[in-house]
């Protein structure tokens, strides 16, 4: 069994900056995927950012040059920092872990942005 736990959420003004941080235990294989989705309200998930255990990340194009997705593979942790928030990023923030056959979310966290 695979357990997701998030942190870092909060509420920040425009402009202002928040990290994400998520741990991973449990059954974890050496390759994988992990990433950051979110869903506003009344809206569906979608994808923030994702890196694979090799390194390689891949951004929705709204984050690019605003977000940074980082992880530590010895500690099975990904790190979402974001910069430059604004209101439209006001989401539940959702940890994910991909294996083959598998996937796994966080419980979420919130991140609301005033303007």
């Known amino acids: 069994q695979v357990q997701l736990v998030e942190s870092g959420g909060g509420l920040v003004q425009a402009g202002g900056s928040l990290r994400l941080s998520c741990a991973a235990s449990g059954s974890i294989l050496r390759l994988n995927l992990m990433g950051w989705y979110r869903q506003a309200p009344g809206k569906q998930r979608e994808l923030v950012a994702t890196?694979?255990?090799?390194?390689?990340?891949n951004y929705a194009n709204s984050m690019k040059g605003r977000f940074t997705i980082s992880r530590d593979n010895a500690k099975n942790t990904v790190a979402l920092q974001m910069n430059s928030l604004k209101p439209e990023d006001t989401a539940v923030y959702y940890c994910?872990?991909?294996?083959?056959?598998?996937?796994?979310w966080g419980q979420g966290t919130q991140v609301t942005v005033s303007s």
């Open positions: 890196i694979s255990s090799g390194g390689s990340t």
């Open positions: 994910n872990l991909r294996l083959v056959g598998a996937n796994y």
